[in-house]
C-alpha cells in the first residue's frame, strides 16, 4: 500500500503535467544559477532603516535633493539617500480611533486592512508631495509640504485609492495630473482614472467592461510629445493583469498579462465616451517559451528603463503562473516598439458569444484610440471631444488589439522554477568596454536580492543576497546612481544596498570571472571601475568572464600536508567561492577521473574523497577551480600514505557491505528506528528511467481512470488543495539556495559529491536533493577547514547491526556512501535524460524534507582518521 504522500505528488505531477505545467526541462541556459551566494550573516555594507512603523512598502527617491521617501503603515518618511539611517522625518498619519472602529464594525482584519497604509507617495509640485493612504478602509489623500515634511491638507481619497491595502495599484503624478488604477472598492470595476484636473476620466464599466478584474502591478510615463514633429501626446501606460478575454481557453489560461495606455491630453468624448476615456487600447504581453507552447500568465512586477527616445525604451516583467504556491518565475524583456507595433495594428471584436477574434471590417477614421497629433489638428480635430461619433463608438467596442506583444528575442531572458520573484528594477551601466548592459536587481518572496547583468540577450546573474534573517518578500526595489546605491522596501524595514561589492572578489580571476561591470582588477584588487579615472590598466571581461588574467602572477596557493595510514578514508578539502565552478584535481600532475564507481575517489564540490587510501595514492593533489575554461589552482596537498600498522580494524569497516558496482536502480528508504527485516521501510522510486517511466503509465492509466468515473472536478479540487497546502511548506531552510547548486549538472554516469557544513557559506541543509542531486547531511560533524590536524578520534560507534543504515537513512545507495572524517555529508547524483524527471525529484525532496523533521541528530562519530 503506498501512502498519501507518496501517491499523491505522482498523481499531482502527472496531473499538472497534463495541464502543460512543467512537462519539459527549462532550457539550460533559461534556469541561470547566481555566481555566488553570500548568507545573511556575509552581507556587508548594508544599512538598515527600521522606524516604529511597519510595510515600507511605497518608496520614492528624489535625487536632486538626495531624499528617499517612504510610505508605511501609518506613517511617511524621508530619509538621506546617502545614509539612510541618518536624519531621518517622519510623518504620523495613522487612522484616528473611530475610524478604525468603523473599519472593525465592517468585520475587517483589524491586523491589516484597519490600518493607513501609505500607497501613494508622488511629487506633486515643487513644494508639495501628495499621498493617499487606504486609512482604515476609507482612503484619504494628502498634500504634503516637503520642505517642511509636514500634511498641509488632505483631499478626498475614494476612487483615488484601494480601500484594501493588498489589491492591486498603480497611481502616477503627471505634471499636476492624478492617474491611478486598481479595483478601489470590492465591488467596483477595476478603473483606470485620471483624477484631476477636470474632467475626471475613466475607463468603460459595464456593460463593454474595458478591464477583466484587472489586477495592477505598474504604470509609467513615456513622454513623446518632445520632439516630435508629429505633435504628438504623452502616454501614459498601465500594466496589469486580467482576465482573459478568450473564454475558450482552458481555464489554467484563464489570466493574462496586459499593457494599456491613454494619452495624458485625452478629454473624453462629448456626448460619446463622456468623461471616458478616448485613447484606451490594450494589448497582450506575451512571455512565453514558443518551444514548448507554454507561457506565463501573471504579471507581477514591472520596470520601465527608459531610453533615448520612446521608441528603445524597454520593459522588464517578471512573469509567474496563476498557482501561486508554485515557485516559477520568468522574466520578459519587451521593446516600447513592439508595444506601439500592437497598438498601431487591427483590432479584436467580440462576438455573440463574446469569443474574441480579429476584426476585418471598416476601421472610421481617425484611427481610433489615436492621440491627437498635428495631423488631426489640421483636420480641425483640436481635442478627443472633436472626434467623431463613429470613432468612439469603435473605441468603446474595440478597446483590444489583435497583436500580442511578443518578447525581446522570442523568450524569456530567464526562467527559475524554485525562485518566486516579486521585484525588478534596471540599471544601465557602462563597462569597461565602453558597452553599455543592463543591469537587473531582482527580489524574491523570500527576501534574497539577485543582481545580474545582461549581455547579449542571455543573462547572467552575478551573485545573490539574503537581505533579511527572516525571510519576508522584497515590496520595492529603487537604485540610484548618484548614491551607488539600491533601496529595498519590506515589511519590517529599509535597506540600502551598495550597486556592487568588488571588495569581495579576492583574485583577477575571481574579479573578471564575476563578470560584474561595476568592477575591474587593478593589479593589486577587485575595485569599483567608478573609483578609478585611469582606466586602462584595468581588467574586466563582461562578455565572456575569461580574459585578463593570465599574466597575473598566481596568489601564494596554499600548501598544506596530510600524512594517514593505508585504508583510511580521507577527505582533501577544496572549497570553490563559485556555484558556477567544477572542481578539478590533480595527482602529481595527473587529472584525477573521480566518476567511476570503482575508482576509489570522488571528486566534491568542496574537496577530494580518497576511500580507503593506498600507499601508491601518494603524492601531490592540487585543487583546481574550473570555470569559463579558466583552470585556476585553489589549494595543494602534499598526502603521504603510509603502510598499514596493523591495529584492530576498526569494527564498522568490517560490517561494510562489499564494494560492488550498484545497481542501476537506486532507492532511498527512511528511517527506521530499529532496524527491522520483517517491516520493511517504505521505498521512494529513484531515477531510473525505464522504472520510472512505468510506474508514470500505470498512474497515467490510474488517473484517467479516476478522470472518466469521478469526473475531473474532484481531481481538480484535490489537487489543488493538495498544491496549496504541500508546496507553502515547502520554503524556509530548505529552499536556502538549493538553487545555487543547481548549475553542477554534469552530463553522464552516476556522480558523487561531497558538501561541507560551511557549503560556500550557505546555510546547513539537513537534508536537500535538487534536481537530481541528493545530498545527505547528518547534524553532527567538524570541519576540516584550515587545519591539518583533526580533533581527537570519538569513540568508535556501536557496531550497527544494519550496515545500510546511515545517518536515518538507510540505503540500497553505492557503499561509498559512509561518513568520513567527522566530515559529513554525502551527494548523490544520478543524471537521467528524461524531462519528467526533474519535477519528479521536487516531490522527492519534499516528502525527504517532512522526514529530516523526525529525524534525531546523529552523533555517530568517524570510523576513519588521519
Ligand atoms: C551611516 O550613518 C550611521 C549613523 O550615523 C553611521 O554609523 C554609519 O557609519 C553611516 N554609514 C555610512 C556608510 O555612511
Ligand atoms: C484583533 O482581534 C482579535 C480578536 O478579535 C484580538 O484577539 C486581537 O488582540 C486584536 N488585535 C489587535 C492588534 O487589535
Ligand atoms: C503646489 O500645490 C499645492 C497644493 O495644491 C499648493 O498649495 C502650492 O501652492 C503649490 N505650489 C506651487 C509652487 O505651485
Ligand atoms: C481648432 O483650433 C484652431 C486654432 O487654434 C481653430 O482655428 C479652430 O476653430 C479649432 N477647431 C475647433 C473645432 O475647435
Ligand atoms: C505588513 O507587515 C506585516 C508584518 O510586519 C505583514 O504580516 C503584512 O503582510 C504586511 N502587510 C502588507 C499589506 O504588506
Ligand atoms: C594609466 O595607467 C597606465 C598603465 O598603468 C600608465 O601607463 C599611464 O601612464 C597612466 N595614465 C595616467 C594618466 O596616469
Ligand atoms: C601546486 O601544485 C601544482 C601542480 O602540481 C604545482 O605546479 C605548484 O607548483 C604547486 N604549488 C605549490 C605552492 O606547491
Given at each position: 500500500m503506498i501512502t498519501c504522500t507518496t501517491q499523491l505528488p505522482a498523481v499531482l505531477f502527472l496531473f499538472l503535467s497534463t495541464v502543460k505545467a512543467f512537462p519539459f526541462s527549462v532550457p539550460l541556459d533559461l534556469d541561470v544559477t547566481p555566481r555566488s551566494t553570500t548568507v545573511f550573516n556575509d552581507l556587508s555594507g548594508c544599512l538598515r532603516f527600521r522606524g516604529s512603523?511597519?510595510?515600507?512598502s511605497t518608496l520614492l527617491l528624489e535625487e536632486g535633493t538626495g531624499l528617499l521617501y517612504v510610505g508605511a503603515r501609518g506613517a511617511a518618511y524621508a530619509l538621506?539617500?546617502?545614509?539612510?539611517?541618518?536624519h531621518t522625518q517622519m510623518i504620523d498619519w495613522e487612522a484616528p480611533a473611530d475610524q478604525k472602529q468603523q473599519c472593525l464594525n465592517k468585520?475587517?482584519?483589524?491586523?491589516?486592512?484597519?490600518f493607513n497604509h501609505i500607497r501613494l507617495l508622488q511629487r506633486f509640485n515643487s513644494s508639495h508631495l501628495f499621498l493617499c493612504g487606504t486609512h482604515a478602509f476609507s482612503p484619504l489623500c494628502a498634500y504634503v509640504d516637503s520642505r517642511q515634511f509636514k500634511i498641509s491638507s488632505f483631499v478626498e481619497g475614494r476612487d483615488k485609492?484601494?480601500?484594501?491595502?493588498a489589491k492591486g495599484y498603480t497611481g502616477l503624478v503627471i505634471d499636476e495630473q492624478l492617474y491611478t488604477a486598481s479595483q478601489?472598492?470590492?465591488?467596483?470595476f477595476p478603473d483606470i482614472r485620471r483624477?484631476?484636473?477636470?474632467p475626471a476620466l475613466k475607463t468603460e464599466g459595464a456593460?463593454?467592461?474595458?478591464?477583466?478584474e484587472a489586477d495592477f502591478v505598474g504604470s509609467a510615463v513615456i513622454?513623446?510629445?518632445?520632439?516630435?514633429f508629429e505633435g504628438d501626446d504623452d502616454k501614459i501606460y498601465f500594466f496589469f493583469t486580467e482576465r482573459s478575454?478568450?473564454?475558450?481557453?482552458?481555464r489554467h489560461h484563464a489570466r493574462e498579462a496586459r499593457v494599456a495606455r491613454v494619452c495624458k491630453g485625452d478629454r473624453g468624448g462629448?456626448?460619446?465616451l463622456q468623461k471616458k476615456w478616448t485613447s484606451f487600447l490594450k494589448a497582450r504581453l506575451l512571455c512565453s517559451l514558443p518551444q514548448f507552447d507554454f507561457y506565463f500568465n501573471t504579471l507581477r512586477s514591472i520596470f520601465v528603463l527608459q531610453g533615448s527616445n520612446a521608441q528603445n525604451t524597454v520593459l522588464y516583467g517578471i512573469f509567474g503562473l496563476?498557482?501561486?504556491?508554485?515557485?516559477v518565475s520568468a522574466v520578459c524583456q519587451f521593446s516600447m516598439k513592439d508595444v506601439n507595433w500592437a497598438f498601431e495594428g487591427p483590432y479584436m471584436e467580440s462576438d455573440a458569444n463574446s469569443k474574441w477574434t480579429q476584426y476585418t471590417g471598416r476601421v472610421p477614421e481617425p484611427r481610433p484610440g489615436s492621440c491627437i497629433t498635428n495631423e488631426l489638428r489640421a483636420r480641425?480635430?483640436?481635442?478627443?471631444?472633436?472626434?467623431p461619433d463613429d470613432v468612439l463608438h469603435f473605441v468603446r467596442r474595440h478597446p483590444?488589439?489583435?497583436?500580442q506583444v511578443p518578447p525581446l528575442g522570442q523568450r524569456p531572458l530567464l526562467f527559475k522554477k524554485s525562485v518566486y520573484y516579486t521585484q525588478v528594477a534596471v540599471l544601465r551601466v557602462q563597462a569597461l568596454d565602453g558597452e553599455t548592459h543592463p543591469v537587473l536587481f531582482l527580489g524574491t518572496d523570500d527576501g534574497w536580492l539577485q543582481r545580474a547583468v545582461e549581455v547579449k540577450g542571455r543573462l547572467h546573474i552575478i551573485e545573490e543576497l539574503q537581505l533579511f534573517k527572516k525571510p519576508q518578500p522584497v515590496d520595492s526595489i529603487v537604485i540610484s546612481e548618484t548614491q551607488m546605491s539600491v533601496y529595498v522596501g519590506s515589511a519590517t524595514e529599509v535597506l540600502q544596498l551598495p550597486?556592487?561589492?568588488?571588495?569581495?572578489?579576492?583574485?583577477c580571476f575571481d574579479c573578471v570571472l564575476?563578470?560584474?561591470?561595476f568592477c575591474a582588477w587593478d593589479g593589486e584588487s577587485c575595485v569599483e571601475?567608478?573609483?578609478?579615472?585611469?582606466?586602462?590598466?584595468l581588467t574586466q571581461d563582461?562578455?565572456?568572464?575569461?580574459?585578463?588574467?593570465?599574466m597575473t602572477r598566481p596568489d601564494d596557493l596554499v600548501q598544506r600536508s596530510r600524512s594517514v595510514v593505508a585504508g583510511d578514508d580521507v577527505l582533501l578539502q577544496c572549497e570553490l567561492n563559485s556555484n558556477l565552478a567544477v572542481p578539478l584535481w590533480t595527482l602529481d600532475g595527473v587529472e584525477l577521473q573521480g566518476?567511476?564507481?570503482?575508482?576509489?575517489i570522488r571528486i566534491g564540490t568542496d574537496g577530494l574523497l580518497l576511500i580507503q587510501?593506498?600507499?601508491?595514492?601518494s603524492g601531490q593533489y592540487c585543487c583546481f577551480s574550473v570555470e569559463s575554461g579558466l583552470r585556476v589552482p585553489v589549494i595543494n596537498y602534499s598526502l603521504t600514505v603510509r603502510p598499514d600498522i596493523p591495529?584492530?580494524?576498526?569494527p564498522i569497516k568490517t560490517t561494510?557491505?562489499?564494494?560492488?558496482?550498484?545497481?542501476p536502480r537506486t532507492s532511498l528508504h527512511l528511517r527506521n528506528?530499529?532496524?527491522?527485516p520483517t517491516n520493511p521501510p517504505i521505498p521512494l522510486p529513484l531515477p531510473p528511467k525505464s522504472e520510472f517511466l512505468s510506474d508514470r503509465n500505470m498512474v497515467t492509466l490510474y488517473l484517467s481512470l479516476v478522470t472518466i468515473l469521478g469526473g475531473l472536478c474532484m481531481v481538480l479540487t484535490v489537487v489543488l488543495l493538495y498544491v496549496s497546502f504541500c508546496l507553502n511548506g515547502r520554503q524556509g531552510t530548505y529552499s536556502v539556495r538549493a538553487a545555487a547548486r543547481k548549475q553542477r549538472k554534469k552530463k553522464g554516469q552516476m556522480e558523487l559529491k561531497t558538501i561541507s557544513r560551511h557549503c560556500n557559506g550557505?546555510?546547513?541543509?539537513a537534508m536537500d536533493a535538487e534536481d537530481g542531486l541528493l545530498q545527505i547531511i547528518p547534524g553532527a560533524g567538524q570541519t576540516?577547514?584550515?587545519?591539518d590536524h583533526l580533533p581527537p578520534a570519538p569513540p568508535l560507534p556501536?557496531?550497527?547491526?544494519?550496515?545500510?543504515?546511515?545517518?536515518g537513512l538507510s540505503a540500497t545507495?553505492?557503499?561509498?556512501?559512509r561518513k568520513m572524517n567527522g566530515n559529513s555529508y554525502v551527494l548523490l547524483r544520478q543524471d537521467s535524460t528524461s524531462p519528467l524527471y526533474y519535477s519528479f525529484t521536487e516531490e522527492l525532496n519534499r516528502i525527504l524534507e517532512k522526514r529530516k523533521q523526525t529525524q534525531l541528530p546523529l552523533t555517530t562519530p568517524d570510523e576513519s582518521s588521519v
Open positions: 512603523a511597519v510595510n515600507y538621506q539617500a546617502a545614509n539612510i539611517t541618518t468585520g475587517k482584519d483589524n491586523k491589516t486592512e484597519c485609492c484601494p480601500y484594501d491595502p478601489y472598492e470590492f465591488r467596483s483624477n484631476f484636473p477636470n456593460p463593454t467592461l474595458w478591464l477583466q513622454r513623446e510629445s518632445l520632439s516630435r478575454t478568450d473564454q475558450s481557453t482552458d462629448l456626448l460619446t496563476e498557482w501561486k504556491s508554485l515557485k480641425n480635430i483640436n481635442s478627443s471631444t472633436d472626434l483590444f488589439m489583435y497583436r550597486l556592487s561589492n568588488c571588495h569581495k572578489y579576492m583574485s564575476a563578470r560584474d561591470p571601475i567608478t573609483s578609478h579615472t585611469n582606466r586602462s590598466s563582461i562578455v565572456n568572464g575569461n580574459h585578463g588574467c593570465e566518476y567511476g564507481l570503482d575508482s576509489g587510501a593506498s600507499p601508491d595514492q591495529p584492530p580494524p576498526p561494510l557491505p562489499p564494494r560492488t558496482a550498484p545497481t528506528d530499529t532496524p527491522d550557505k546555510k546547513p541543509d576540516l577547514q584550515n587545519s556501536p557496531p550497527t547491526s544494519n550496515p545500510e543504515s546511515y545517518n545507495l553505492p557503499s561509498v556512501l
